[in-house]
């Protein structure tokens, strides 16, 4: 079956810039997308098609895709970015959708 | 505004059965893909099953395909997935989630134990 892989953990000081890799042999063919979970809530969308900013999410949440990889980077990171991080994809046919294994944010 | 609300969930035994539902409101049901996503306590985000706007067309991971069934009612803006022959694994807070190319809407959840 189709596997999303991500970095366990990413720590990161105030203010300093967080970044998190998604790797899948379909990405190159397929979006992805990334969601943003605190404890005890459901996830929210903060980047979808690879680098778009859905409304209400702050700027410094940017997505950029290269190859099999797509990263998710938080710029100028605050308390409230920490969270649990996903990116979700397709696999090269469309029909699976597939989450990755997801990074924990912890804001230092 | 868009509303997910799922309910249904609880304790069941190994092998019992469970039906979840899940309903809609604040947007026009039957024009939207939806979708089932589980999440393990303590664990990431796991895919279960797809379905389109009309139900014709439907997908299930691996994990629970010949076991659990998604199936939709446009007349009454809901989306409900019928759970077989479950297993301790399965336990897992269920979210309905609307599909957009991404999910764009979610529910809170409901939590399904599968435990003696």
């Known amino acids: 079956s189709y596997e999303l892989t991500q970095p366990p953990s990413v720590s990161v000081s105030p203010g300093q810039t967080a970044r998190i890799t998604c790797s899948g042999d379909?990405?190159?063919?397929?979006?992805a997308y990334w969601y943003q979970q605190k404890p005890g809530q459901a996830p929210v969308l903060v980047i979808y098609k690879d680098s778009e900013r859905p409304s209400g999410i702050p700027e410094r949440f940017s997505g950029s895709s290269s190859g099999t990889t797509v990263t998710l980077t938080i710029s100028g990171v605050q308390a409230e970015d920490e969270a649990d991080y996903y990116c979700?994809?397709?696999?090269?046919?469309?029909?699976?959708?597939?989450f990755g294994t997801g990074t924990k944010v912890t804001v230092l | 505004e868009v509303q997910l609300v799922e309910s249904g969930g609880g304790l069941v035994q190994p092998g019992g059965s469970l039906r979840l539902s899940c309903a809609a409101s604040?947007?026009?049901?039957?024009?939207?893909?939806m979708n089932w996503v589980r999440q393990a306590p303590g664990k990431g985000l796991e895919w279960v099953s797809y379905i389109s706007s009309s139900g014709s067309t439907i997908y299930y991971a691996d994990s629970v395909k010949g076991r659990f069934t998604i199936s939709r009612d446009n007349a009454k803006n809901s989306l409900y997935l019928q759970m077989n022959s479950l297993r301790a694994e399965d336990t897992a807070v269920y979210y309905c989630a609307r599909e957009a190319d991404w999910f764009d809407y979610w529910g809170q959840g409901t939590l399904v134990t599968v435990s003696s």
């Open positions: 979700q994809s397709a696999d090269s046919s469309g029909t699976y959708r597939v």
């Open positions: 604040g947007f026009t049901f039957s024009s939207y893909e």
């Open positions: 379909a990405l190159p063919k397929q979006y």
